[in-house]
């Protein structure tokens, strides 16, 4: 599995990778493929916690905090739906690679897979 975090580009940006997704966090820029992926703020911090976590399964809740930076509410499904958002426009832009898997009872879980 590569790296999902390098060290930090000149200006000491962030360049965090997952197969074909690349993130530089502190410009709000995703892209895949070298294609800028049009994400909203919330995507783009979900793929972020998500890559900086890549290989590891993810609680619903670790997300929430991450992302929405409060307490989680076990009947809010935020994190699901922006999931599915999120894996739409990942396939969209990288069809060939599942990126973003789901671990029922768990969480997710970001690898390239395919």
Same mark, same amino acid.
């Given at each position: 599995?590569?790296?999902?975090?390098?060290?930090?580009?000149? @200006?000491?940006?962030?360049?965090?990778?997952?197969?074909?997704?690349? *993130? #530089?966090? =502190?410009? +709000?820029?995703?892209?895949? /493929?070298?294609?800028?992926?049009?994400?909203?703020?919330?995507?783009?911090?979900?793929?972020?916690?998500?890559?900086?976590?890549? @290989?590891?399964?993810?609680?619903?809740?670790?997300?929430?905090?991450? *992302? #929405?930076? =409060?307490? +989680?509410?076990?009947?809010? /499904?935020?994190?699901?739906?922006?999931?599915?958002?999120?894996?739409?426009?990942?396939?969209?832009?990288?069809?060939?690679?599942?990126?973003?898997?789901?671990?029922?009872?768990?969480?997710?879980?970001?690898?390239?897979?395919?």
């Amino acid at each position: 599995m590569e790296a999902a975090t390098r060290e930090p580009q000149e @200006g000491g940006e962030r360049l965090l990778r997952a197969g074909p997704v690349e *993130v #530089w966090p =502190e410009r +709000f820029v995703a892209e895949a /493929r070298g294609a800028r992926l049009a994400l909203t703020v919330r995507e783009l911090s979900l793929l972020t916690a998500l890559v900086e976590r890549q @290989g590891r399964i993810v609680s619903r809740e670790e997300l929430y905090r991450a *992302v #929405w930076d =409060e307490p +989680f509410r076990k009947s809010d /499904r935020s994190v699901d739906v922006y999931v599915a958002k999120l894996r739409h426009k990942l396939a969209e832009a990288a069809p060939e690679v599942a990126l973003i898997h789901t671990h029922f009872g768990f969480g997710y879980r970001l690898e390239p897979e395919g």
